[in-house]
């Protein structure tokens, strides 16, 4: 693999600023940082070789959790046909 000259990183970068916008660029980091602790956690599971113990529980922090509220079910009836 090339090595990459810092003038070739900083243009990378600045690709990437212009394609992902400031204000998303941290969501994305976070994002991806969640991705590879999970596959990490994953991975480590997997290579377990007594296979007794199960899987360490992945523990988020409150900044880290959606609200992901179910919609509450309208009492709105239709009227019958007969």
Do not use: C, H, Y
Request: proline share 10%; glycine share 4%.
């Amino acid at each position: 693999m090339p090595n990459l000259r810092p003038i070739e990183i900083i243009l990378i970068l600045a690709v990437v600023l212009l394609l992902f916008g400031a204000k998303r660029l941290p969501d994305a980091a976070r994002g991806l940082g969640r991705s590879l602790r999970i596959f990490k956690s994953e991975v480590k599971a997997a290579q377990d070789d007594d296979g007794d113990s199960p899987p360490k529980e992945i523990v988020a922090t409150a900044d880290e959790v959606v609200d992901t509220k179910a919609p509450e079910p309208t009492t709105e009836t239709r009227p019958t046909e007969r």
